[in-house]
Every structure is written in structure tokens, then in C-alpha cells.
């Protein structure tokens, strides 16, 4: 007799269900053991670039979406208003040079005025001393004696003068070489009016990209108005969004495999460099109580940003914002990562018909 035939829609739901308690089991671990995420994005330094100096620009060096060196110029403001202004301040500086030279010149002559004074003082002392002396003893006259008294005098009030001639052409001249206030001032506008006419040709900080420019020749440009933004490809990182309950295993340091949607059927290594000690899922606080608030309806898992860095050069055609499917391999399942490993390649084969 016959074996009783198999219902086969019976194995068929034996095996359905079978297949979905290990895909159920599967992704309960995987979830800490390989984790996976969707929401990674391709990050970089955006810089807005603004002139330092104003006035009219008189080029635009790059167009829009274009790669750029580091150094290389960007666009340029009108350099005549500050050629002008740098040499002024060389002017100023030749003048105050010749300031100085002069009130050296009268330092060094009131200074000889002086001795000139010290010495006709003490020759006057000397004579009035012998004169008392000898009108002391009759010798001469007291018209004589009060005469040497008052020519002393005079030679006093004179050597009095000159020093106070010398006080005043000393600080006329202030302190002498570069720690003089007036060289000191007209040397830093020199400077100044130098680093604003170099300011005029506004360059790229560094390798990148030029994107959303907002200026054109002859448009006057504001100090501190942004005019584009560029994009430092210099540092390139990813940031992917993971649950909390992923967060487990995770460590700097560990590899990690991305997938680019701008570069399909590519798998590239990574390295997981921090894990975001932050999210915006912090209680609000009752403003009139200070107190938090209790949190109302059901509260979704929290996510966490994790940061990546490649582990090989920077591949062309990627771009800031790109969207990136992540893949951690925290070391703790070879097989759970072998799986996980297959399938971000066939997620990267799929990625084609994205």
C-alpha cells in the first residue's frame, strides 16, 4: 500500500513559517552582531566663503560645481582703491621716518644745549665762589660780588632751561628704533593696507569644490557676505544613524563596509571612528514649573549618529550628502558576518535598478 500522499499546501506553510522564524531569529541578533544602516550620508566641511576686504569684483575665477586646488584663486574685488591705500602707508612711513630723524636732530642739539649750559653753570659757580671770597676779604667791590651772584644765577636758570628742552625734545622723539609709538603705528597700517590689498583675490582654503555661487563682475561685495560655498574634500567622513539597542558592540576602530547609491554595485572598506554620545530626543522642560515633561504617546527607539571614515581613497564621483548603506562588523559573529556581508552585496547589485 501506498505511502499516504503529503498535503504539499501544508509543507509549503511548514516551510514559510519555518523561513520566517529564521529570518525573525536573524535580524533579532544581527541587529547587535552585524548591525546595518540605511541612513548613512556622505559628510564634509562646508565653508561659506565671504571677502575680508569690500569693494566691486572685478573677476569670478570659477564656475559653479567646479573642483578647485587648495590656494587657487576664487574671484577678485577691484585692487586699485587698495593699491592706493598702500601707498599712502608707505608714504606715511618714509614721513614719520623723517619725524623721527628730525626729533633725533633736536634731541642731540638740546642735549648740546645743555652741556653748553652745565659748563657756562660751573664756570659761573667757579667766579662767583672766588668773587665772595674776595669781597669777604675787601678785595672787591659789593657791586662786583652781586653781580657774580646774579650772572650765577642767570647760568642756573639757563642749564634749568636746556634741561627742560632736552625732557621735552626726548619725548617729542619717544622711544628710539622699532619700539617707537609713531613707527610702530605707521608700520602696522603698512602692514594692514599690505594684507588688504592681498585680501582683494579671495582663494580656496583647500582642495574642494565650488558650489552656489552668488556673485558676478561688477556686483560690489560686502565684507562678510557669503558669495559661495566650498566644499572641503580634503575631509570626507559618513555619518550613519543607528538604533540604541545596535550600539552594544560597537568601538572606534572596528571595519565597516559602505555602499554609495551614487556608485552602485561598489563595496567600499570604512573604519567606525566615533560613536555620537548625543540625540535630539532629550525631555522638554515646563516653563512654568521648570520641571520636565512627561513624555506623551509612544516614544519611537531613539537613533545615534556613528561616524566613519574610508579606508581607501576617496572614490571619484562621490559628493556631498550622498545617500550610504553602512555595515558594522563588530567582531563577535564570523558567520553573522559572512551573512551580513552577502547581503550588502546584493544590495549593492540592486542598488543598479534604484
Do not use: C
Not at 252 to 272: H, I, N, S, T
Amino acid at each position: 500500500m501506498d505511502a499516504p500522499h503529503r498535503d504539499p499546501v501544508r509543507r509549503l506553510t511548514l516551510s514559510l513559517v519555518l523561513l520566517a522564524l529564521v529570518v525573525l531569529v536573524y535580524v533579532l541578533f544581527a541587529q547587535r552582531l552585524t548591525p546595518l544602516s540605511r541612513e548613512g550620508s556622505v559628510q564634509a566641511f562646508l565653508i561659506r566663503i565671504a571677502p575680508e576686504v569690500a569693494g566691486k569684483v572685478s573677476a569670478v575665477e570659477v564656475s559653479d560645481n567646479s573642483q578647485v586646488a587648495a590656494g587657487a584663486p576664487l574671484f577678485r574685488i577691484n585692487p586699485d582703491p587698495y593699491r592706493i591705500a598702500l601707498a599712502q602707508a608707505e608714504a606715511h612711513v618714509s614721513s614719520v621716518g623723517q619725524a623721527i630723524g628730525a626729533d633725533t636732530a633736536a634731541v642731540q642739539t638740546a642735549q648740546a644745549r645743555m652741556v653748553q649750559a652745565k659748563a657756562a653753570r660751573d664756570n659761573a659757580a667757579d667766579n662767583a665762589a672766588r668773587v665772595l671770597e674776595l669781597a669777604r676779604r675787601g678785595v672787591m667791590s659789593a657791586a662786583q660780588r652781586d653781580q657774580a651772584s646774579a650772572t650765577l644765577a642767570q647760568a642756573e636758570a639757563a642749564l634749568t632751561a636746556s634741561e627742560a628742552d632736552l625732557l621735552r625734545a626726548r619725548q617729542s622723539l619717544g622711544p628710539q628704533g622699532e619700539e617707537n609709538p609713531r613707527l610702530k603705528e605707521a608700520m602696522a597700517t603698512l602692514a594692514k593696507a599690505r594684507l588688504d590689498l592681498m585680501r582683494t583675490t579671495v582663494v580656496a582654503p583647500n582642495q574642494g569644490a565650488i558650489t552656489n555661487i552668488q556673485l558676478a563682475p561688477g556686483q560690489y561685495a560686502a565684507v562678510g557676505t557669503p558669495a559661495m560655498t566650498f566644499i572641503d574634500t580634503g575631509a570626507i567622513w559618513i555619518t550613519a544613524m543607528l538604533d540604541e539597542n545596535a550600539l552594544e558592540y560597537l568601538k572606534a576602530g572596528q571595519p565597516a563596509e559602505v555602499l554609495f547609491d551614487v556608485l552602485p554595485g561598489r563595496v567600499f572598506k570604512a573604519r567606525l571612528e566615533s560613536l555620537g554620545f548625543g540625540s535630539a530626543g532629550s525631555l522638554g522642560t515646563d516653563q512654568s514649573t521648570g520641571l520636565l515633561m512627561a513624555p506623551s504617546g509612544k516614544q519611537a527607539g531613539r537613533q545615534f549618529p556613528v561616524t566613519l571614515v574610508l579606508d581607501e581613497p576617496l572614490p571619484r564621483g562621490l559628493r556631498y550628502g550622498s545617500q550610504a548603506t553602512v555595515l558594522f562588523y563588530p567582531g563577535k559573529s564570523a558567520g553573522m558576518e559572512w551573512v551580513g556581508g552577502l547581503w550588502l552585496r546584493v544590495l549593492a547589485q540592486l542598488s543598479y535598478l534604484a
